[in-house]
């Protein structure tokens, strides 16, 4: 009966490595996110998709790249992992991207990178 | 200057008492507000769309003012499972909508 779903809950890896995180919404939502939150707790939206299209890529490096292979999963893979990619990546849902439509976050996945 | 500030606390306050957090908001033609609340290495979620005649629920009650960017958070007889961090968020609804958080205000409950 899980909302948002992800895949790992955690994940310890070592620099340079690649990794994938997946995420699962079985809300029937349109839009899907992922968020990073960083040690200080700022969480701040890296991507969003509508409908399997990207919609917003928020600068960042071309080592994360989001794929969305239905509306229903939105995953995210990371090349040549990095110290600074350490953090907790919450993926997210809306039924649409519009104004006041309130988001479904995931449990999170905690990533730490050595 | 951050798109959205708010006071990052910790606020410690005894059970029963009233507590406000405040945030202001940098970008005057952002449309929609929220208050979302994350539990300690929780998800946040959803604790109430703020509108522009202000709105209760229950304990909580939500402030807007846009003249001056700033929305503001009231909890009434506060409960120990109030004790979270609660997040200011703004919509910025420039065609492609996005959320921006504050860095959100902690507050402990205190028996």
């Known amino acids: 009966d899980t909302a948002v779903s992800q895949t790992p809950k955690y994940l310890v890896t070592q620099m340079g490595n690649d990794k994938s995180i997946k995420c699962e919404q079985n809300?029937?939502?349109?839009?899907m996110y992922w968020y990073k939150q960083d040690s200080k707790k700022f969480l701040k939206i890296m991507f969003s998709?509508?409908?399997?299209?990207?919609?917003i890529n928020e600068t960042v490096p071309n080592r994360f790249s989001p794929k969305s292979p239905d509306k229903a999963h939105l995953n995210l893979h990371i090349n040549s992992l990095e110290l600074g990619d350490s953090a907790v990546y919450f993926c997210?849902?809306?039924?649409?991207?519009?104004?006041?439509?309130?988001?479904?976050f995931g449990p999170g996945t905690r990533l730490l990178v050595l | 200057r951050k798109e959205v500030e708010q006071d990052p606390g910790p606020f410690n306050v005894p059970e029963g008492a009233t507590v406000a957090f405040n945030c202001t908001y940098s970008?005057?033609?952002?449309?929609?507000f929220f208050w979302y609340r994350q539990d300690c290495r929780k998800e946040p979620k959803l604790l109430m769309s703020v509108y522009s005649s202000g709105n209760e629920d229950g304990r909580f009650t939500a402030q807007l003012n846009r003249a001056s960017q700033y929305i503001s958070l009231l909890i009434r007889d506060s409960k120990l499972s109030d004790s979270a961090t609660y997040l200011c968020?703004?919509?910025?609804?420039?065609?492609?909508?996005?959320?921006?958080f504050g860095t959100g205000t902690r507050l402990t409950i205190i028996p």
């Open positions: 970008n005057s033609a952002s449309q929609s």
């Open positions: 997210a849902s809306s039924q649409e991207i519009a104004k006041q439509e309130t988001q479904y």
């Open positions: 998709y509508n409908n399997k299209e990207l919609i």
């Open positions: 968020v703004v919509n910025r609804n420039f065609g492609n909508e996005k959320l921006t």
């Open positions: 809300l029937g939502h349109d839009t």
